[in-house]
Nanobody
Framework: QVQLVESGGGLVQAGGSLRLSCAAS????????MGWFRRAPGKEREFVAA????????YYADSVKGRFTISRGDAKNTVYLQMNSLKPEDTAVYYC??????????????????WGQGTQVTVSS
């Protein structure tokens, strides 16, 4: 059974940084794509970033490009989201997701097969 557990959320001032972690277990993830999504209060869930586990190719939403970095730690089955220059509009619950057919990275949430429980990120102005 696949489990995804996020951690690292919290409260930070605008301009600050946070690093989110997603610990994945229950499978060998070398053929997967991993993604980060977020949902702000009153808004739809939106794609943030994704990474192909086997080759490390990354993809970003325009709103976070240049500020956020997604990476993987192969030895620990962990995916990270380094978030710099945070803005109040980045405030949301952030979710980690895993997609079995990982050669095609998806930006739509329904294409992912497994989800974590989410971690809250709050950016104060």
């Amino acid at each position: 059974q696949v489990q995804l557990v996020e951690s690292g959320g919290g409260l930070v001032q605008a301009g600050g940084s946070l690093r989110l972690s997603c610990a994945a277990s229950g499978r060998t993830f070398s053929s997967y794509a991993m993604g980060w999504f977020r949902r702000a209060p009153g808004k739809e869930r939106e794609f943030v970033a994704a990474i192909r586990w086997n080759d490390g190719n990354t993809y970003y939403a325009d709103s976070v490009k240049g500020r956020f970095t997604i990476s993987r730690g192969d030895a620990k089955n962990t995916v990270y989201l380094q978030m710099n220059s945070l803005k109040p509009e980045d405030t949301a619950v952030y979710y980690c997701a895993a997609k079995r057919r990982g050669m095609v990275v998806a930006v739509l949430g329904h294409e992912y097969d497994y989800w974590g429980q989410g971690t809250q990120v709050t950016v104060s102005s």
